[in-house]
C-alpha cells in the first residue's frame, strides 16, 4: 500500500475513535449527559475515563456550568450522568 494510503487510513481510524458514538445512545442516562455536557464540548466518551476520575471530572465541571450561569446539576442529574459514566468507564 502507498504511504499515503495508509497515513489515510491511519487518520480514518484515529477520527473514527473520536467520535466513537456514545455507548447505550438512546437510554434516558445517556441522553441527559448529552444535554447537560455538551454546553462547552463535545460529551466525553464515558471509555475515555476511568470511574475514579469521572467522579473527580464531574466535580470540576459544576463550578464552571455554575460560572457559565447553567443551571447547576441536580443530586438526580449528577447521581445519573454518574452511572452511566462509572457503567461505561474505561479501566485505566
Ligand atoms: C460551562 C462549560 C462546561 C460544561 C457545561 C461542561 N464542561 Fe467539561 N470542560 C469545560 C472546559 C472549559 C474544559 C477544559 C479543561 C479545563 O478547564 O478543565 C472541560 C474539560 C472537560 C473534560 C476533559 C478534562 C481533561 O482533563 O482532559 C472532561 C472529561 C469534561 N470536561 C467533562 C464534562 C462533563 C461530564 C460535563 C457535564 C457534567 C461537562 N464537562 C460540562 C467546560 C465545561
Redesign the pocket.
Known amino acids: 500500500m502507498p504511504r499515503s494510503a495508509l497515513a489515510l487510513s491511519f487518520f480514518a481510524i484515529l477520527i473514527s475513535g473520536c467520535r466513537a458514538p456514545l455507548p447505550d445512545p438512546t437510554s434516558p442516562a445517556a441522553l441527559l ?1 448529552a444535554r ?6 463535545r ?2 466518551n464515558p471509555h ?2 476511568t470511574a475514579a ?2 467522579d473527580l ?2 466535580k ?3 463550578p ?2 455554575q ?2 450561569g ?1 443551571p447547576p ?1 441536580t443530586s438526580d442529574e ?1 447521581a445519573s ?1 454518574l452511572e452511566y ?1 462509572e457503567g461505561h468507564a474505561g479501566t485505566e
Open positions: 449527559y447537560r455536557c455538551d454546553n462547552c464540548h460529551p466525553y475515555g475515563l476520575m469521572w471530572k464531574v470540576l465541571m459544576e464552571k456550568m460560572a457559565a447553567m446539576l449528577r450522568i459514566l
